[in-house]
């Protein structure tokens, strides 16, 4: 780590992550990569997922239908994994991974993955709305839900991107706040266990070390407080959010990071409420009333935070 003046650690405090449990899964743990390995014997029980494009020009979707419903998908070994990657392609198989919460790894023999009937535009299978009126002069914001182990990222209202979470466990719970992001750094150690490699580390706050990273999903919450990511998502906000700006002195800040509103509360007794998405395709859905019942009472230091060079750029 690079060595920062006394003044400037009076804001950055602990440099600590969330403490991750060491180590990643074996690569062997996963399905081997190459050429995708033949279908199963019986796998005309097996169709293949029909997958419809959504208008996503610029990353804006215009609204595209939801999902018509969700099938389970077995898996009884590796073949399994490649068949229906190959029968979905690379896009098609991570809306599965993330509507699972899982990443790829995680994805193993005995598991059973929930897919949906159609693969539509990413976005369209987003448990947020599409469009938050609130948030019409707010220029980026990104929500975590915590019931629903999900980040949303918002540009003056309008979903961009939206990615499975593993937030803290039962006993290092992420406390709900509103908070903004700090400070980043492509690759750090946990200051818990430098064994603990976190990359897109970014900062959100900074008194604990809780931030976004990338690290496992293994499909529940499982962190040191931090909001784990997947790899792909984690490079996403790194580059997309804004860090603060402090004074020369390090001793106030002048310019705010990008919002991040975590709320909701996980239910530690059952299991995720995606599993329940064949009987209940609503099962995870982050309703309007519940984001602005969330974003209401803070929009007033939201917006009064908002960075001028933030305004000139959406403008």
Not at 3 to 10: F, I, N, P, Q, V
Not at 110 to 137: K, Q, R, W, Y
Not at 203 to 211: A, D, K, P, T
Request: hydrophobic share 40%; with cysteine; proline share 10%.
């Amino acid at each position: 780590m690079r060595r920062r003046s006394r003044a400037a650690w009076t804001l950055l405090g602990l440099l600590g992550a969330c403490g991750e449990r060491p180590g990643r899964p074996p690569e062997t743990a996963g399905p081997a990569t190459g050429k995708p390995a033949a279908a199963p014997a019986d796998s005309s029980a097996r169709p293949s997922v029909p997958t419809a494009g959504g208008d996503s020009a610029a990353g804006h979707p215009t609204a595209p239908p939801a999902p018509t419903g969700y099938h389970r998908y077995p898996l009884r070994g590796a073949r399994d994994l490649l068949a229906l990657a190959e029968s979905l392609g690379p896009a098609g198989l991570t809306t599965v991974l993330k509507l699972n919460r899982i990443d790829r790894a995680r994805a193993r023999a005995g598991d059973t993955l929930l897919v949906p009937n159609l693969i539509l535009d990413e976005l369209a299978h987003a448990p947020f709305p599409a469009t938050v009126p609130l948030l019409d002069s707010v220029p980026r914001l990104i929500a975590v839900s915590q019931r629903v182990q999900a980040f949303a990222a918002y540009e003056r209202g309008r979903l961009v991107r939206w990615g499975p979470t593993s937030t803290g466990k039962a006993k290092t719970p992420t406390p709900n706040a509103l908070y903004f992001t700090n400070w980043k750094r492509k690759q750090t150690h946990s200051t818990d266990n430098d064994e603990w490699l976190l990359n897109w580390y970014f900062n959100f706050e900074n008194r604990r070390g809780i931030s976004f990273h990338e690290y496992d999903l293994p499909g529940y919450p499982a962190s040191h407080a931090c909001v784990r990511l997947l790899a792909a998502d984690a490079e996403w906000i790194y580059r997309w959010a804004d860090q603060w700006t402090l004074s020369p002195d390090g001793r106030s800040i002048v310019a705010w990071g990008t919002p991040v509103a975590v709320f909701g509360r996980y239910d530690f007794k059952a299991p995720g409420p995606w599993r329940r998405m064949v009987e209940d395709s609503l099962a995870v859905r982050v309703a309007p009333a519940e984001l602005d019942s969330v974003l209401a009472p803070d929009l007033g230091t939201i917006r009064a935070r908002i960075r001028p060079d933030s305004l000139a750029e959406r403008n």
